[in-house]
């Protein structure tokens, strides 16, 4: 949020697009719904590129995906257990912005959502695509097969590149120069 604050002293929100993989997917929504919060003007686009928007509950996906692909082994997700203890603290799993689904987008930027039919977060990703979705904002999703998460970081598989061009496609088509 600091940083964002200093990048609109030089730039207009619009020209700003606020996106990453994993954890700076996570927060990616996270640090969008705070920007909200505060009354400061949304970036032109987002990405969440293999990330979750609900620390109350585990997607389906993390059950049997690793961050390597397969697990192995196949347990329905315990309801009970949340994500990351030592990440949410005392924090409601619930609070909107811990947990953007439980936070209200609409209006929000064009939000590109991606990852893979392997990946321990599919699931989460699909989730929050859809609450961004049903609340009307542009939010296309794309779902590679059988990779596993955050696959586009081997740059040697072709569908690393093809991953990489819809992403930079998407941030020059919304972000404005």
Do not use: C
Not at 95 to 104: E, H, I, M, Q, T
Request: no cysteine; aromatic share 10%; charged share 20%.
């Amino acid at each position: 949020v600091a940083v964002y604050k200093e990048l609109l002293k030089k730039y207009p929100a619009k020209h700003i697009g606020l996106y990453g993989t994993s954890a700076g997917a996570i927060l990616t929504g996270e640090v969008a719904v705070k920007l909200h919060q505060l009354g400061l003007p949304l970036p032109g686009a987002l990405g969440v590129f293999s990330g979750f928007g609900d620390f109350s509950r585990m997607g389906d996906t993390w059950s049997m995906y690793t961050l390597d692909g397969l697990s192995g082994h196949l347990e329905p997700p315990d309801p009970k257990h949340a994500h990351d203890a030592d990440y949410i603290g005392a924090t409601n799993p619930r609070d909107p912005v811990l947990s953007p689904l439980f936070a209200d987008v609409h209006g929000f930027p064009p939000t590109l959502f991606i990852s893979s039919t392997r990946d321990a977060l599919l699931s989460g990703t699909t989730i929050l695509q859809r609450h961004f979705y049903e609340s009307g904002v542009d939010s296309p999703m794309v779902v590679f097969e059988g990779l596993p998460h955050a696959f586009w970081y081997n740059v040697s598989l072709p569908e690393a590149r093809e991953a990489m061009g819809i992403m930079a496609k998407f941030l020059d088509e919304k972000v404005e120069k």
